[in-house]
């Protein structure tokens, strides 16, 4: 069967957040390959597969991650141009909550190059690699290049708000990943003092060493604790780390700020209201947050997704087709090849040259009966579908090969 794009997601606009932490955690359990991309952040969950054109988009995602459709139920699905269009302005920065932010971009790449490992559908590495270089060719041509913020300094600015003297604070981040670097590196400058924990404690002492901050293994996460004013947590330790009994602990002793932009949150669900803690989550971030991009950058951006989207939907469109014209040769060749070889049965009296001749006839009709069906159907949905229907290419095993 002819196959088709389609992307599943959940956005921090249109799903809570704990809807968006059951499908991650479900999303990560699943393997990633040919025709499936992650793509998991702090606001997003989103999946990008190649289905059977004529499949349930959300059930088939649903039925490869081995999940039930109550995990989907709030999320959206879009299809071919529509899916291709999300993902660009994604890349692009365009749907994300500082408008222009260049974290998603490497987001973007991680997941392809996850996926890529195992060997990639041709439609999905196309669409990925439109994506990237579309996020590159924003940022070094328009003023969304110009843009640093990220949710590690959102996550900085909204702690900090809540400590009377920042220079006099001491600030522990928890998770070395990417949103723990961007976190530390806008701490750095912000507070007196900043120690890092993080579950390999080499790597938390190497960003620690750049910036002057102290370096902890996440088994000593309590002495952190204990000389911490904030703490910003980006690490996906899904509330087994920061639990209750550690928690209560400390902000027995004086008040304790503490940002998760974890997803799914790395805080224990019943240490979130503890006394003395004051507990924020990602979806508190960016609430205000106002683009500081020119419009005129954004109309820019936005109007090459649009074209990379019409580029992308005619080069589907044209595999589409390609997939159904191979089907169709391969039918018209297979029927010509069984009646020459039957009518070559009964003209036993020709000579080798005369045979030739009738070969080249078949083959030449054949190949001029075909000719006008298949320019028509190049690029062309509704004709290349009819084909299908009236050449009865529909059940065809060929039909469906993907190159």
């Known amino acids: 069967m002819p196959s088709r794009l389609a992307a599943l997601l959940l956005h921090q606009r249109t799903a809570s957040l704990d809807a968006r932490e059951r499908l991650t955690a479900v999303a990560g359990a699943a393997t990633p390959g040919r025709d499936l991309v992650r793509l998991l952040t702090c606001h997003r969950v989103e999946l990008y597969a190649v289905v059977d054109a ?24 879009l299809v071919d141009g529509k899916a291709a269009a999300h993902l660009f302005h994604v890349a692009a920065g365009l749907d994300s909550a500082i408008v222009g932010e260049g974290q998603i971009a490497g987001q973007v790449r991680a997941a392809y190059e996850t996926a890529r490992a195992g ?30 913020r990220s949710i590690g300094s959102l996550a900085v600015d909204e702690a900090l708000r809540h400590v009377p003297d920042a220079t006099r604070a001491t600030a522990l981040v928890v998770g070395a990943g990417e949103i723990g670097k961007l976190a530390a590196r806008a701490l750095a400058s912000r507070v007196g003092r900043l120690v890092i924990a993080n579950r390999d404690a080499a790597r938390a ?68 209201d503890l006394p003395g803690l004051l507990y924020r989550d990602v979806d508190h971030l960016a609430a ?33 087709s390609a997939d159904t014209i191979r089907a169709l040769r391969e039918r018209a060749n297979e029927i010509r090849a069984r009646q020459l070889e ?62």
């Open 54 to 77: 004529g499949a349930d988009p959300r059930a088939e995602i649903a039925s490869r991650l081995g999940s039930d459709d109550d995990v989907l139920a709030e999320a959206r699905v």
């Open 119 to 148: 060997g990639l559908d041709p439609i999905l590495a196309g669409l990925f690699q439109r994506a990237l270089h579309l996020a590159r060719t924003v940022r070094t041509t328009t003023e969304l290049g110009l843009v640093r």
């Open 205 to 272: 002492a190497d960003l620690a060493g750049p910036i002057d901050a102290d370096a902890v293994g996440l088994d000593r996460i309590a002495d952190g604790l204990e000389r911490a004013d904030v703490v910003i947590s980006a690490a996906d330790t899904r509330g087994s780390l920061l639990t209750r009994e550690l928690l209560a602990e400390r902000a027995a002793c004086r008040p304790l700020v503490l940002v998760d932009i974890a997803v799914p949150r790395s805080i224990a669900e019943d240490a979130r």
């Open 288 to 320: 205000g947050e106002a683009s500081a991009v020119p419009a005129a950058a954004v109309a820019a951006a936005t109007e090459r997704c649009a074209a990379e989207t019409a580029s992308f939907t005619s080069w589907l469109r044209e595999r589409e």
């Open 342 to 403: 039957r009518a070559m049965k009964h003209l036993g009296h020709l000579s080798e040259r005369d045979r030739e001749v009738v070969a080249s006839l078949a083959s030449g009709l054949t190949h001029a009966l075909l000719h006008e069906p298949t320019v028509r159907m190049r690029g062309r949905p509704e004709a290349e579908r009819a084909a299908r229907r009236l050449f009865g290419l529909e059940s065809d095993d060929t039909a469906g090969v993907r190159s």
